[in-house]
Structures are given as structure tokens and as C-alpha cells.
């Protein structure tokens, strides 16, 4: 059984970003980048039903500029087998994404697709969702433990109070939640075993897919800076600025 597991290149989760001064974008010049944090999850997944004898082969997918190279080593490191790119210099937007990896479906006929279930970076929340309504698919989202037994896959979301499970017949969409799994460290060793492993670069066009956005991003705002704290006297005066000034209570 094949998995696919498409990974983002995005903006590492630690830096701390800025808005454009013409508030069109968030400036992404010079900033580390790194894998999205729910696709090591979702590799961690792929990777850990292929020890177990469950999966065959995992290939990590990434869409985007050529430097997404790095982020399919990373995956290919956390173990992965092979990789492949397909090149663009277009913003792609979630539509395009989904319609990209529909077509390396029809290439590679996998029986399960993992995803992050958002990336950091857009925070749209679409593209598992898009792809399984494109392929035809059976989807589950936000997945916090999977199961593959018998042609299904069991899975367990996280949902508001509460947990639900599902059983998808496969070949099915997953998207991978915060708790699914702990992606391991990348030994060095790995690092460069990956290195040698098979990494294909396609572009749009040999996919036969229009990637042109969309959507157009009207505007960026950052969040309000933070006022500076002060310091009450007493837990009297705490109540008093708490109810009348703050009036939170
Ligand atoms: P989004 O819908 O943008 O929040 O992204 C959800 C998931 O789709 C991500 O966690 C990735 O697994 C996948 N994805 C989104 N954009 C890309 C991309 N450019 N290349 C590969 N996978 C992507």
C-alpha cells in the first residue's frame, strides 16, 4: 500500500513574522523556513504504518519553488522513501494545491493520502478537504489516531467536547491533527541517507494544471501591540480597576 503525504514549506513556526509596510503580505524575505509542523506529523504517520508492515512505500509530496527540495530531504530523513516536486514560481493557493495533487494521485493510485490539516502559514484549512472532494474520496480530518486494518482506516478526530471515530474505505484523505503522533528527531545519519534517495521534479504544465490564483489578499493587519502592565497596590484596588475600568467583572 502506497501513502502520500504532501509537505509545505512554510515559515518555521519560531519566527516571530512582520507585516509588509504596505500591509500587502507578511514579509517572508531572509526568514528561516521549515517543514509545516502537521506535515512532520502526518510523515510520522505514513512512516511509522510502513514499520509496521501496514504501508509499502511513502511519498512525500511538495508544491511550490525549487528550495521545497529541502523540506522533501527532511521528510525523505524522517523516512519517507521517495519524493517528488512540482516546481513553480506562482503563489499557489489551496485550489491549485489540491488540483496539483489530485493529478500525482491519478499518477500514483495510493490508498491513503495524510496531510497537515492546516498550514502555519495561510491558516486556510482547505487543501485535504479540496483534494478529497476532487479525487472522490472518503475524508477525515483532524485526525488524532489512525488505525489500517481490512481495507478501512479507523479514525479517531478531535472534536468540540469530545472525540469522534470514523471507519473510510481506503483509498481515503486523512488530515493529521496536533496529538496523532511525536515526529521523531532527524538523525544526522538520516540526513544523509536521504540525500540519495529518488527525488522527481514535474511542473504544472506536465500535470496539465492551471495553478493561477484565485483569490487576491485585499489586506494584512498585524494584531495590536500590547500595552505596557502596571502594578496595583492591593487586591482592592485589583477588584476596583478590574471592575470599572476593565469592567471584567
Ligand atoms: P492549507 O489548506 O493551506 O491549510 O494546507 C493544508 C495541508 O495541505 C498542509 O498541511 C499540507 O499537507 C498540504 N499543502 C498545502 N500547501 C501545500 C504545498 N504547496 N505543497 C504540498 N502540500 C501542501
Given at each position: 500500500m502506497k501513502i502520500i503525504v504532501p509537505v509545505k514549506r512554510v515559515v518555521d513556526y519560531n519566527v516571530k513574522v512582520r507585516v509588509k509596510s504596505d500591509q500587502s503580505a507578511v514579509d517572508i524575505a531572509n526568514v528561516k523556513m521549515s517543514m509545516n509542523p502537521f506535515d512532520e506529523i502526518a510523515i510520522e504517520e505514513a512512516v511509522r504504518l510502513r514499520e509496521k508492515g501496514v504501508a509499502t512505500e511513502v511519498i512525500a509530496v511538495s508544491c511550490g519553488l525549487a528550495n521545497c527540495q529541502e523540506t522533501l530531504r527532511t521528510a525523505m530523513a524522517i523516512g519517507a522513501d521517495r519524493g517528488i516536486l512540482v516546481e513553480t514560481d506562482v503563489e499557489l493557493q489551496p485550489l491549485a494545491v489540491a488540483k496539483l495533487l489530485k493529478a500525482v494521485l491519478d499518477k500514483e493510485q495510493p490508498q491513503l493520502v495524510i496531510l497537515g490539516k492546516?498550514?502555519?502559514?495561510?491558516?486556510?484549512?482547505q487543501t485535504g478537504q479540496m483534494l478529497a472532494a476532487l479525487a472522490g474520496l472518503a475524508q477525515a480530518a483532524f485526525a488524532s489516531k489512525v488505525e489500517v486494518a481490512d481495507g478501512k482506516a479507523t479514525v479517531t478526530r478531535e472534536i468540540d467536547g469530545g472525540l469522534e471515530t470514523l471507519a473510510v474505505k481506503l483509498p481515503a484523505v486523512i488530515t493529521a491533527d496536533l496529538r496523532l503522533n511525536e515526529p521523531r528527531y532527524v538523525t544526522l545519519p538520516n540526513i544523509m541517507k536521504a540525500k540519495k534517495k529518488q527525488l522527481d521534479v514535474l511542473k504544472p504544465a506536465d500535470l496539465g494544471?492551471?495553478?493561477?490564483?484565485?483569490?487576491?489578499?485585499v489586506k494584512v493587519t498585524p494584531p495590536p501591540a500590547r500595552k505596557a502592565g502596571i502594578k496595583v497596590a492591593d487586591v482592592a484596588t485589583l477588584v476596583d480597576k478590574l471592575r470599572n475600568e476593565a469592567k471584567v467583572i
Open positions: 492546516q498550514a502555519i502559514d495561510d491558516d486556510a484549512n494544471v492551471d495553478v493561477a490564483p484565485r483569490l487576491k489578499t
